[in-house]
Each structure stands twice: as C-alpha cells, then as structure tokens.
T-cell receptor
C-alpha cells in the first residue's frame, strides 16, 4: 500500500519561532494530502486539505497564516507552524489519499512542544 | 452532516477477554466505514473497513459489520492480547473524501 513518511517525529521549539513538518508519500503520487491535529486523549481534527500545485483548503476555525501548507510536488506536503506558541503544542498527523487501491495512509505523526 | 459516535473509554480488559467497542454514525449519502488503531506515539493504521451495507470487515481477529438498519459498525474481538492495547477510532467517509472520526476509545489489556 501507500507508504507515508512524516518528519520530524518530535520537535521542541521556543515560543515565537517557526517549525516545518514534512509529509512524504514514498511510493504513491498524491495529489491530495490531509493535515490533522490531535490533542491528548482526543480524536483527530482535520486542519486542512493540501492540494498539489494549488492552495490548501482550510477547515473552519483554522488560521491560514498560522499554519502554512505547501504541496509543491506529488510526493511532498509541508506544514509550517509560524510564530509558535505553547497552545500550538500538539500531535500533528498527515495523511495521503491513496485512492481506491490504497485508501488513506497516515504518517507516524509529529509531537510538537513549544516552550 | 456526517458524524461518528463512539463508545467512551477507557476500556480495561484481561487477556483473552472479549472486546466490543460500539460505533454508530449519521451520514448524508452512503458512507464507507473504517476502524483505525493508534499505538502509543504513532500515527493511525487502518484496521478494517466496509464499504456497503452488510459487509463485514475483518483483520487480525477483529471484526465489524456494516449495519445500515441500526447505523452501526461495532468492533469486536473474541480474545484480546496485551499487544491489542491501543486507541481505536471509528471513522466514516462519504463522497467528499474527508474522513470523520469518532472520539477514540482507549483499550488496555492486562496480562
């Protein structure tokens, strides 16, 4: 099936700095990727749909300028948390839509801690 | 809209016990239904799925049947192991390809 690599698996950053998270589809050309956020002991909340070659589609309540998404190629989408604050600390997970053949495949997640 | 209601946890079981996690849904249209599993510190893995009414998804001893009449997709396993300790998510997808997740159920299996 589709293999998704997410990097880094964890990151600690200072308040006010920016952090970039990468999501790579290793064996499948993904025109669509999804970014989720998960708070402790809670479900996944869809943040945005990343579209290759065009602007991402953000869910209601998600700040576009805060969470920058770039999907420049069929194998890579990036999420940049800009001017991070402690309340941005969370577990971020990407997902690839592998179509009928592979379904949805998730990355292993990135634990972001802002201090 | 589309939503998934999942049995609240946490659930604690002894090894070889029977596990059931209830999941019901509301959806516009005809959803596909999924169970995902998340091990500590990891992303989600697809456990099983069903795409139409009366389909039964099965994997690793887990089963779930798509019941349109009760709008349910309950997860069951006859004999759990310690390695089954994880968080389980019920999810659905309709035509717009977005997954809607339940709140997740934490399962702990004790030896």
């Amino acid at each position: 099936g589709a293999v998704v690599s997410q990097h880094p698996s964890w990151v600690i950053c200072k308040s006010g700095t920016s952090v970039k998270i990468e999501c790579r589809s290793l064996d499948f050309q993904a025109t669509t990727m999804f970014w989720y956020r998960q708070f402790p002991k809670q479900s996944l909340m869809l943040m945005a749909t990343s579209n290759e070659g065009s602007k991402a589609t953000y869910e209601q309540g998600v700040e576009k300028d805060k969470f920058l998404i770039n999907h420049a190629s069929l194998t890579l989408s990036t999420l940049t948390v800009t001017s991070a604050h402690p309340e941005d600390s969370s577990f971020y997970i990407c997902s690839v839509n592998g179509g009928q053949a592979y379904g949805y495949t998730f990355g292993s997640g990135t634990r972001l801690t802002v201090v | 809209g589309n939503s998934v209601t999942q049995m609240e946890g946490p659930v604690t079981l002894s090894e070889e016990a029977f596990l059931t996690i209830n999941c019901t849904y509301t959806a516009t249209g005809y959803p596909s239904l999924f169970w995902y599993v998340q091990y500590p510190g990891e992303g989600l893995q697809l456990l099983l799925k069903a795409t139409k009414a009366d389909d039964k998804g099965s994997n690793k001893g887990f089963e779930a049947t798509y019941r349109k009449e009760t709008t349910s997709f309950h997860l069951e396993k006859g004999s759990v192991q310690v390695s089954d300790s994880a968080v389980y998510f019920c999810a659905l997808r309709v035509n717009d390809y977005k997954l809607s997740f339940g709140a997740g159920t934490t399962v702990t299996v004790r030896a």
